[in-house]
């Protein structure tokens, strides 16, 4: 519906394994080369990504990959196969921290960096990957590469003339939600807030094709097509300073995502956390992140750089998290 088909499936949606191929313990921690705990989390929380990681453990991409030099699915996958396959309690992640500029221009392997800007680019990169051979490939058939069909949503934008009430639509892609918290105590209210329609009137005004001028009209942003994992950030930058807004922000262990879509009719969306990753530090431009994930056995563990402690659920939900990750 006003969305554009693609013209070719770049990886069959119903290959993707939803479920664990292989329970086991947790696998290794992630030595910290410096400042790399912002590295060191989301590559964690990718790791135990159920239907990410068993693509990665199939070795599908690299057996067809012709990429020359770096290719971010490739490194993902050696780095996946060394976390949960070896014997090793802690492993170094070397060859991300070696292509780091390739991941993002704005990283230095010695300076502390944002693990949602890492997580960011690291998925551009993954599906930059996914299209490295694939040229002229259109817009919508880019969505339909394995990053796209794990991560990837699509959200809609009604924009409503408040003068003559002409509606008009448009379609954006996502990988990832970035949700504010300024008001918000919770999730649910945070999600609330992201669809709640907005009013855009005097610098903001819009042209409307009907009126042909431009005029006050109303915004509403909603989930149209869901993802398979659901990545939310909550901003906790309250401005460009750096200063941080600290606090709890309730999440809890099931999400319905029904409530926030175009069409709210049907039956719940219901999303389980298997990852989150908490920044301690008084302002954003400073301090540690580490995470939390629940590893194929079910059961939750700390991940901290090196260590990997396992908790429960209790603990898990009274962080003061950053990024959380929910997968259908």
Known sequence: EGMALPQRILFPPDEICMDWQQRQRPGAG???LGSTCYINVILQCLTYTPPLANYLLSRDHSQLCHQQGFCMMCIMEAHVRKVLHSSANVIW????VRDLKFIGEEFE?????????FLRCALEAMQRACLSGSSDVDISS?????????FGGF???RVTCLRCQAVSDSYKAFLHVLLDIKVPSSLSTALE???TP?????KYCLKCSKCEKKVTSSKRVTVHCVPKVFTVCLERAADHTGKKISKIVEYPEYLDLRPYMSDTAGDPLLYSLYALV???GDTCLDGHFFCYTKASNGLWYKMDDESVDNCGIHAVLRQQAYLLFYVR
């Open 30 to 32: 992630l030595c910290n």
């Open 93 to 96: 992640p070397r060859a991300v």
């Open 109 to 117: 392997p010695d300076m502390a960096g944002d693990a949602y800007e």
């Open 142 to 150: 880019q969505t339909t590469t394995i990053i796209h069909q794990i």
């Open 155 to 157: 959200l809609k934008s």
């Open 193 to 195: 807030d992201f669809v």
């Open 198 to 202: 907005k009013k855009l009137d005097g």
């Open 278 to 280: 908490v920044h301690s």
